[in-house]
């Protein structure tokens, strides 16, 4: 089966994206999906949550100006069927350099290309960073599908307008035509308050069966987990955290097909 890619985005931050990112990416691993997540942010969240350093030069950042490759960058993590391209502060300046190059919105599907030909994964997540920029377009660029993580609060709903806005130029102007949206995913719940509920309840109206089932609550273990370099399931396998992103992985991997 040919290696499908999917790109986690929103352009507002602290809406739990890497924590998605990540925490799907090693769920999935363990459930046997040979798993490469690419940390496409320059902050490296993904990287520094799954164990590893920043180091100069690891990053797609050099691949994307047309040194080296992306395959000779992917490091094995503590976890087994799980892999990463890690990222770097480095990747901040790929925006101003690769603005200036040829074809500049689809480099990094052009360096992932021979990485899906290997064979090697069943799965590309690609952690975007927390803006609408070059790197992020690349990505939607590179993608099958997309997936959207929407923090339960009011504000949610004006990214919703806008990730809808952004998918349908995407498709339009050419980028990248068969995109799919393949669902939005509601974090940081609180079951006390209303206002949790109210917002999960409109974002189910809009988006109706494209929102996940799961929805990821907000809790103490989630935060603590990337300090400690390990996802949720490898540093509290009984937290509600922990429950919630394998249950996602489950629907996941059902509507990719995996």
Do not use: W
């Given at each position: 089966?040919?290696?499908?890619?999917?790109?986690?985005?929103n352009?507002?931050?602290?809406?739990?994206?890497?924590?998605?990112?990540?925490?799907?990416?090693?769920?999935?691993?363990?459930?046997?999906?040979?798993?490469?997540l690419?940390?496409?942010d320059?902050?490296?969240?993904?990287?520094?949550?799954?164990?590893?350093?920043?180091?100069?030069?690891?990053?797609?950042?050099?691949?994307?100006?047309?040194?080296?490759?992306?395959?000779?960058?992917?490091?094995?993590?503590?976890?087994?069927?799980?892999?990463?391209?890690?990222?770097?502060?480095?990747?901040?300046?790929?925006?101003?350099?690769?603005?200036?190059?040829?074809?500049?919105?689809?480099r990094?599907?052009?360096?992932?290309?021979?990485?899906?030909?290997?064979?090697?994964?069943?799965?590309?997540?690609?952690?975007?960073?927390?803006?609408?920029?070059?790197?992020?377009?690349?990505?939607?660029?590179?993608?099958?599908?997309?997936?959207?993580?929407?923090?339960?609060?009011?504000?949610?709903l004006?990214?919703?307008?806008?990730?809808?806005?952004?998918?349908?130029?995407?498709?339009?102007?050419?980028?990248?035509?068969?995109?799919?949206?393949?669902?939005?995913?509601m974090?940081?719940?609180?079951?006390?308050t209303?206002l949790?509920?109210?917002v999960?309840?409109?974002?189910?109206q809009?988006?109706?069966?494209?929102?996940?089932?799961?929805?990821?609550?907000?809790?103490?273990?989630?935060?603590?987990?990337?300090?400690?370099?390990?996802?949720?399931i490898?540093?509290?396998?009984?937290?509600?955290g922990s429950?919630?992103?394998?249950?996602?992985?489950?629907?996941?991997?059902?509507?990719?097909?995996l």
């Amino acid at each position: 089966m040919p290696t499908k890619v999917l790109a986690i985005a929103n352009q507002k931050g602290g809406v739990g994206k890497t924590t998605t990112s990540v925490n799907l990416s090693a769920c999935l691993a363990a459930q046997g999906r040979r798993v490469l997540l690419v940390d496409l942010d320059s902050q490296a969240n993904a990287t520094s949550g799954l164990g590893l350093e920043k180091l100069e030069g690891g990053s797609v950042y050099r691949p994307l100006l047309g040194d080296g490759t992306a395959e000779e960058r992917i490091k094995e993590t503590a976890y087994s069927n799980l892999s990463i391209l890690p990222s770097e502060l480095d990747l901040c300046g790929a925006e101003v350099e690769m603005a200036r190059s040829e074809d500049y919105l689809n480099r990094l599907k052009g360096i992932l290309q021979p990485v899906r030909d290997s064979g090697r994964f069943d799965l590309i997540v690609l952690d975007c960073p927390p803006s609408l920029s070059i790197l992020t377009l690349n990505a939607f660029s590179a993608a099958d599908r997309l997936m959207v993580p929407l923090q339960c609060e009011y504000y949610a709903l004006e990214g919703v307008a806008m990730i809808s806005r952004i998918l349908a130029q995407v498709r339009d102007t050419g980028i990248n035509p068969g995109l799919e949206l393949l669902g939005v995913v509601m974090t940081m719940f609180d079951g006390r308050t209303k206002l949790s509920q109210n917002v999960v309840a409109e974002v189910r109206q809009h988006f109706g069966d494209k929102v996940f089932e799961t929805v990821i609550p907000r809790t103490t273990r989630l935060a603590e987990a990337p300090s400690f370099g390990k996802p949720i399931i490898h540093y509290d396998a009984y937290s509600a955290g922990s429950a919630a992103y394998e249950v996602l992985a489950e629907e996941v991997a059902k509507r990719l097909g995996l």
